[in-house]
């Protein structure tokens, strides 16, 4: 698949140094951000490969038709069809390519049409839907370009567990030996929803004015709807995603306030530059999620989330800093400051999770470290979770309540676990070091508090020591063994919890972990597809 006659244009170099992480965001600049417009029109479309004609996307705007180009088995499509510059309100369709074609984008593609509601401008609640077929895979050329879903707009990206919808880097499928795919290559999926968010007013999302910006090119997510729908992303794959944009990090996957009616199913972040996935408010559910050696946190939340997720693998063997980071707030929710936001803390419960990591030092030199980081006043509810990870070192911890804003304060996150807010139940940690240090002294009340004590004293909850990663995890390196040894090689009785008795949206999985070794599921084939990408 040579594309090199096309894509002499000059490609962002994303090499960089990635910012150490000290628990916190990478905020990065980029190097180029193309601003322009291009009005021309492309027909070109079809094409002919071998005898098969090319189905290129097209859609009509404004009474001008717009449509890839066929190049070989590839569509390509210029900045004249999507660009950073260009909001797209016509729903369209990429359709599977044959021969390992694939839909290549010179431009970022933004779909819907990006308002401020602070303005007086409403929301287009029937904004056009991007729907992906089955086996298509699509690739952008710039570090800077992404796929972003406006508030009203649908994405319709389902794929199948043989025939999972990938995106990717244009270094991955341009058929160049020379050239290799990497963390910053594109930048990533974000969704932008009508959900809560604890940015915005109570006052403001009742009169449909919920209004914050987003990371990345400026756009606007949040409203009062926390069951909206922006569509489904099943069976996709995201791959070397995450650069930078005017000083702000995109991830692999960003949802903005994305209300409980979208699907987020089965869903495949490799070698993200930042996070995986990060969750900005909203109250949409996470099932089958696989997140492989991403430079920052596998899952983090923040802005007030209270979705559901079930069936969670975090595996950091080169890349990657916690598995789950977790924020509540930006402020605490006792201040004068939060008195009248329209949703409290983030508060989300997780079932059947398994986060792996080694503690080492890493690619770039970034630590491939830790299970768990909670804080600024989060709360959540942890069932079936196991942490596994080789390191004593500090940092490189099971699990930390980081108080540095929260303090010993009656909302903070050392009270909430006290108080039962932040609980596990039916969870193993196999680590080297069990717990981080408090980093700031508790005082008052708190001051007897304990993490060992608080944890152990969950419900059917075990710190088990690390041996070796075969005493608990399967063959594979990520599934829960059959049979689990603490690190004195004795047997250890486990109990998992039933969580479909809390919400029918919890499969009662009957294990500990995201995975059982050798179980026969299409989320096992999923486990196992996934591990073979990022072994590629």
Not at 28 to 36: A, E, F, I, L, M
Not at 333 to 362: K, M, R
Request: charge should be negative; glycine fraction near 14%; proline fraction near 1%.
């Amino acid at each position: 698949m040579k594309l090199s006659g096309l894509f002499k244009v000059s490609l962002v170099a994303a090499a960089m140094t990635l910012a150490g992480c000290g628990g916190g965001d990478i905020n990065v600049t980029p190097t180029t951000v193309d601003n322009s417009v291009d009005n021309s029109v492309d027909n070109s479309g079809g094409g002919n490969n071998g005898g098969e004609t090319l189905n290129c996307a097209t859609y009509t705007l404004d009474g001008a038709t717009f449509t890839g180009e066929a190049e070989g088995v590839n569509c390509i499509y210029s900045q004249a069809f999507a660009s950073n510059a260009k909001e797209i309100t016509s729903s369209f369709v990429i359709s599977a390519l044959g021969n390992g074609g694939a839909h290549v984008f010179e431009g970022a593609l933004f779909i819907g049409d990006d308002v401020d509601t602070s303005t007086g401008a409403t929301i287009d609640g029937n904004g056009p839907t991007l729907s992906i077929e089955a086996g298509s895979t699509i690739a952008f050329t710039k570090p800077e370009s992404f796929i972003r879903v406006a508030r009203g707009a649908n994405i319709e990206a389902i794929g199948e567990v043989d025939k999972p919808i990938i995106f990717t880097s244009i270094k991955e499928v341009d058929g160049d030996d020379s050239t290799t795919a990497q963390i910053g290559d594109w930048g990533g999926v974000q969704v932008n929803g009508r959900g809560h968010s604890i940015r915005c007013t109570a006052a403001a999302a009742a009169q449909d004015m919920c209004n914050h910006s987003a990371e990345g090119i400026v756009s606007y997510y949040g409203g009062n709807d926390p069951q909206d729908s922006s569509g489904i992303l099943k069976h996709i794959v995201i791959k070397y995603a995450g650069f930078g944009v005017e000083g702000d990090e995109l991830n692999g996957l960003t949802l903005n306030a994305v209300g409980s009616g979208t699907t987020i199913d089965y869903v495949h972040v490799h070698n993200g530059f930042d996070d995986g996935i990060e969750l900005f408010g909203g109250s949409v559910n996470l099932k089958h999620i696989v997140i492989t050696d991403t430079g920052d946190d596998g899952i983090d939340w923040d802005e007030g989330w209270k979705g559901y997720g079930q069936f969670i693998l975090v595996r950091s063997n080169e890349y990657g800093n916690h598995g789950f980071e977790t924020d509540g707030a930006k402020v605490d929710p006792l201040s004068a400051d939060a008195q009248d936001l329209v949703t409290s803390v983030s508060n989300p419960t997780i079932a059947n999770a398994t986060v792996v990591t080694t503690g080492d030092q890493g690619a770039e030199g970034r630590r491939t470290g830790a299970g768990m980081e909670m804080k600024e006043w989060g709360k959540a509810q942890l069932a079936n979770m196991l942490f596994v990870n080789s390191s004593s070192v500090d940092g490189a911890g099971c699990f930390d309540l980081y108080n540095e804003k929260d303090k010993s304060g009656d909302a903070g996150v050392h009270a909430n676990a006290n108080n039962g807010d932040i609980a596990f139940m039916s969870s193993i940690f196999a680590c080297g070091k069990n717990f981080e240090d408090v980093n700031t002294p508790l005082t008052g009340a708190l001051a007897s508090f304990d993490v060992n004590t608080w944890f152990t004293g969950g419900e059917n909850n075990q710190l088990i020591g690390f041996a070796d990663f075969t005493n608990v995890l399967g063959a594979d390196g990520v599934s829960t063994a059959a049979t689990i040894t603490d690190s004195q090689g004795t047997a250890v009785a486990t109990t998992a919890k039933d969580m479909s008795e809390v919400n029918s949206f919890f499969t009662n999985a009957g294990y500990i972990g995201a995975l059982k070794d050798g179980e026969s599921s299409e989320w096992a084939d999923f486990v196992a597809a996934s591990l073979q990408r990022a072994s590629n």
